[in-house]
């Protein structure tokens, strides 16, 4: 501890005050990776979809800064899930209410926690792209 100068230790320190390595806010640090996490229970964390911006039936763009519609679903993918969980899988495309889940940041990236209950409807995975075509008979 000798070669360190009072000065060291000001700059460990961020702008609220906080050692640099410090959780802020109950959150995690940000060096918490996906592969580090286990979930308890029947927990969920799922990717919502990035932008927030919607478009109607006739093509009409509804931005992410418009007054949300109450209890409007969403679909997400599934990215982690714990041990209980029963009705999906990673991958698995789910159907949620975004005001039921809390969000979290894992390897920066801005996920939603979710209970199993949460879940209104579960999908297979979205077909990849590049389709091989089937055998006619």
Do not use: C
């Amino acid at each position: 501890m000798a070669d360190r100068s009072p000065r060291d230790d000001v700059r460990d320190i961020d702008a609220t005050g906080r050692g640099a390595n410090a959780p802020t806010n109950g959150r995690a640090a940000a060096s918490a990776h996906a592969a580090d996490v286990r979930l308890t229970g029947d927990r969920l964390v799922v990717r919502p979809p990035g932008d927030g911006e919607r478009k109607t039936n006739s093509g009409l763009l509804i931005p992410a800064t418009a007054a949300p519609a109450p209890k409007r679903l969403t679909w997400a993918d599934v990215a982690l899930i714990g041990p209980d969980v029963r009705v999906a899988k990673v991958g698995d495309r789910v159907l949620f209410l975004p005001q039921s889940g809390l969000e979290v940041e894992l390897d920066g990236e801005e996920l939603v926690l979710l209970r199993e209950r949460d879940v209104q409807a579960v999908s297979a995975p979205a077909p990849s792209a590049e389709r091989v075509p089937g055998q006619y008979l």
